[in-house]
């Protein structure tokens, strides 16, 4: 059986999504300083996919050098 995973956001949606689909999780915002982040690979002329899946990997990073015998899940969206 799963234990509970640690989510790395604060997202509601995304808890929400979880528990809809019965995954018990805690929620561990990461408070990556996601702005600086996205501003820092757009002059890299990153594309929003390489943006949004290094936001989620560094916020489940940061969430895992604090938890690390957790499971983790760091997520973000293209809009």
């Known amino acids: ?3 509970e995973i640690i989510l790395a956001s604060k997202s509601a949606v995304r808890k929400k999504i979880l528990e809809e689909n019965q995954i018990k999780c805690i929620v561990e915002p990461s408070n990556v300083d996601e702005v600086s982040v996205k ?3 757009l002059k890299e ?3 929003p996919e390489i943006i949004s899946k290094n ?3 560094l916020k489940a990073n940061k969430i895992s050098k604090k938890m690390p015998s957790e499971i ?3 997520a973000d ?3």
Do not use: R
Request: hydrophobic share 55%; proline share 0%.
């Open 1 to 3: 059986m799963l234990k």
């Open 39 to 41: 501003n820092s690979l």
């Open 45 to 47: 002329n990153a594309t």
């Open 55 to 57: 936001l989620a990997e």
């Open 72 to 74: 983790v899940l760091g």
């Open 77 to 79: 969206s293209v809009i």
